[in-house]
């Protein structure tokens, strides 16, 4: 298959995140959105690695996954308590911030 | 010539600026007044000796020789700029004596005078009066002009606080106001003409002057007299001479004792005193020299009139401190400061009595009016005669000592060959013994007509007027002893007698014995009595321009500042806002609303750069 291919399943998984992550009204929702869109990254990086031979895009993607997992460990935590706190979830009622 | 000690001088100088010090920073003290009245008058009496002492000490110098011991005050380049010191000669150790003596006379009287004060406002009076005290010394010592401006700035707050004492009075404080500002406009000439002189000659050193005025090199200066009458408004403003006489009347409204003090024997007296202090540099001016004799003799006569009029005592005893004011200036401008600065001297004390007579009789009467007194003389003889003194050496009667000093400015009037100012002094002399007598028959003589409180006259009241009255007639005697009078005609003394004699004689008919009816006397003089009683309109004259010229640019100011500036300011900050409300919905504080905001962005980055 041509790198095109992968860099459109690259695209299209970056917009299913996107989209997750602009309308999904749960935390966790919109968590998994960015989850995607960080993973459509991946798919770009390692598409790029194989067809270039060059492996710097395999590191990229250890430090990527690596990062992903930690920011996954301190996003789903902070949804925790802001459940404690709020008994809610829900996006649109997290507005403490409107001017 | 004679000196005198400068160390001497200097401690006259430094105690009451230290009892000033003390009261004004020892809260204590300040707050107990009797304390502070101590330590002032215990300062001002030691002030006192050490005058005597400097005078009685000052040794006999051939010769020019400079008396000012200065210190250099200004760095300029090539030495400084200006110096402080003390200039002790014959004319400062008069002054010297002068002042002390008066300024302690008064403050032993003040504390009688105003025993109801408060102790705090009691402080606060005598902290007033060490400084008062402090600058009229710090003036009359004054060996330069700058120091003699800044001390002349001093006097000028001391009598605007002291004016202002009772503060709380409306009038009293619109009388401040109204001596600070009038007085301001006459020294905005003078510090204009110092600043020129020293730009023509480098220097506000009397005794350099002196001297470059003998050499001849100050007679090339371009626009000497402009720069002599510049100064000469600084007096004007400060001996109350026409037309920036009206805030001397108006003075009134402070205590008794300060007017004896500031606006009749001291202060008042400083533009006359500048004028015979700086006297060898009004003499290479002939032209400001005559305007200052006309106008002189012209206040007096002007003053005189409008004291004929008044009913309040104590105005009655300022407009005559004008008249005589302008019978000083007159023999300085007849180019006689020595017949200017003796009836200075002599003024000084006699009217320094009238006013503290004037307490006594206020206290006595609680009023000021004299159409509402009478009587008085039988009540307190002792007073009356103290009164009666001070008022025959107003009017001129020999062997008191205003005759002599009075007599010595008519003569150098009439040989600097002033004639009609001469004519002028003679029917002031006629109108002041006319005044003060008809004050002296209302007060002492007439029918009582009001309610006399004559119970204990303080004993230091009392004592300071007989003081006084003593020193008067000593005063007298030892002029007339000394008789050093000038070459003049034989008649003058008759005429100058004649005179002040009619004046008696027309009180005495008309406000003793009611041959003549004042109110047909005023009706005779009837366009003269108007002007006198509306003083000229000069007072409302003063007023329109205050309330057409300063109200009406203020306003016209206030308008631009109320409406322009304001306005345009106001709009910006009104705008301000309004945006910032506006914007404020973009904050919804919805982290998503925000990635649509990056993501559309992107978007039409990415558009932006494709269509490029």
Redesign the interface.
Known sequence: MPLQAYLVLGALVFAIG?FG??TRRNAVG?LLGIELMLNAVNINLVAFARFRGDTTGLVFTMFTIAITVAEVAVGLAIVIDIFRVRRTIE??H?????? | MLIGSPALALLVLGLPAGSFLAIALLRPLRRHGHAAAAVSVAAIGTALAAAIATRLRAVGVAGAVNPAVTWSWLPGDGGPMATVGVLVDELSMSMLLLVTLISFLVQVYSYAYLHDETPPALGRYYAYQSLFVFSMLGLVLAPGFLQMFVFWELVGLCSYLLIGFWYEKPSAARAAVKAFWITKLGDVGFIAGIAMLWAATGTFDFWTLFGLADSGALATVAGLPTIMFLIYLGAVGKSAQFPLHVWLPDAMEGPTPVSALIHAATMVTAGVYMVARAFPLFALTPDVLVLIGWVGAFTALLAATMACVESDIKRVLAYSTVSQLGYMMAAAGAGDPHASVGHLLTHGIFKALLFLGAGVVIHAFHTNDMFRMGGLFGRLPWVGVAFLVATLALAGIPPFPGFFSKEAVLLAVLNGGFRVPFAMLLLTSFLTAFYMFRAVFLVFFARPLGHVDTHGVPVAMDGVCRLLAALTIVYGVVLALGGHHGEGPAWLPWVSMAVAGAGIALAWATYQRGLIDAARLASLLAPIDFLARRRYGIDALYGALYRVVLLGLSRVIGWVDRYLVDGVLNVLSASALRAGDAL?????????DY??GV?LGVLLLLVWAHLR
């Open positions: 996107l992550v602009l919109i996006a649109d997290l507005d403490l911030l409107r001017g | 404020r919905r973009l904050q919804t504080g919805q982290p998503q990635v649509y993501a």
